[in-house]
Nanobody, 127 residues
Framework: QVQLVESGGGLVQAGGSLRLSCAVS????????MGWFRQVLGKEREFVAV????????NYADYVEGRFTISRDAAKSTLYLQMNNLKTKDTAVYYC????????????????????WGKGTQVTVSS
């Protein structure tokens, strides 16, 4: 019954912008800290950004370099990732994930910290 559904991916030229969305249902949205991860074929899934349950604490991967903004809308039970000045290196499948076991064994940058995952949305950045 728990569903996380990403949308907003697509093809964009380098320097362009894209906004990803992740709609959550089947579980109380406010119970999740929410994260974004991305994965290139043949490589490990890597952390992008995370936002706390209240939205008051945010952390980004170093490579974001100020270009991305993670946010959440409690009324819409939706997580967002605004991506600006996209680079070809940003090409990947982007996944949203929910974390309920806050303060558990895994840190927020690790996949194991997240209990529920979406199926992903493809982002392709062309030169």
């Amino acid at each position: 019954q728990v569903q996380l559904v990403e949308s907003g991916g697509g093809l964009v030229q380098a320097g362009g912008s894209l906004r990803l969305s992740c709609a959550v249902s089947g579980r109380t949205f406010s119970s999740y800290a929410m994260g974004w991860f991305r994965q290139v074929l043949g490589k490990e899934r890597e952390f992008v950004a995370v936002i706390s349950r209240s939205g008051g604490t945010i952390n980004y991967a170093d490579y974001v370099e100020g270009r991305f903004t993670i946010s959440r809308d409690a009324a819409k039970s939706t997580l967002y990732l605004q991506m600006n000045n996209l680079k070809t290196k940003d090409t990947a499948v982007y996944y949203c994930a929910g974390r309920t076991d806050i303060g558990g064994r895994y840190a927020y940058i690790q996949r194991g910290a997240y209990v529920d995952w979406g199926k992903g949305t493809q982002v392709t950045v062309s030169s």
